[in-house]
């Protein structure tokens, strides 16, 4: 299990590197390959919180992210519409770039447009629940201004569906 720190480092913070006041019982490391471009991002991007499970290559194994999750991140990887479609629920919602989806029709027209946009693959870094979230950090790569980029989804998960995804 990996700890990192109970508030936001500051305005920057140089990712790579540990975070200043990381909790004596994790290490506070992003790991290197992941943040090796030498790029500054806002640490409240990357803010975590008590992250459930380690940070690893392979964070999409079933036996580490919830079936849904894991589904989502081979599903998109493979630009397969509708796969993508079915790891969500029939009235599920998405908000995305200050746009809301809502239903299995304009969950599906997002995906195609974002696929034909951005062509963005998925990697998990790291998985945390909270409440009743599941807040999984993907690093994205794809055609889009500073590819590759962490981002945190946020997703609400019923039923062994996705109900919900906010992506910030």
Avoid: C
């Amino acid at each position: 299990m990996v700890v990192l720190q109970d508030k936001p480092a500051g305005p920057k913070t140089k990712v790579g590197v540990a975070f200043p006041d990381a909790k004596a019982n994790g290490n506070g490391y992003f790991p290197e390959k992941y943040f090796n471009f030498g790029r500054s991002f806002d640490s409240n991007l990357l803010w975590l919180g008590t992250v459930k499970y380690s940070i690893t290559a392979n964070m999409t194994e079933s036996n580490t992210l919830p079936k849904p999750l894991a589904d989502f991140i081979a599903a998109q990887n493979e630009f397969n519409t509708d796969a993508f479609v079915k790891t969500f629920a029939d009235n599920a919602t998405v908000h995305d770039e200050g746009g809301d989806y809502r239903g299995s029709a304009e969950i599906k027209r997002w995906n195609e447009t974002t696929n034909e946009k951005y062509k963005t693959k998925m990697e998990a870094i790291a998985f945390v629940q909270s409440g009743g979230e599941s807040i999984l950090t993907i690093m994205m790569s794809g055609t889009f201004p500073g590819s590759p980029l962490p981002a945190k989804f946020h997703f609400v998960l019923k039923e062994g569906k996705i109900a919900s995804l906010r992506i910030v």
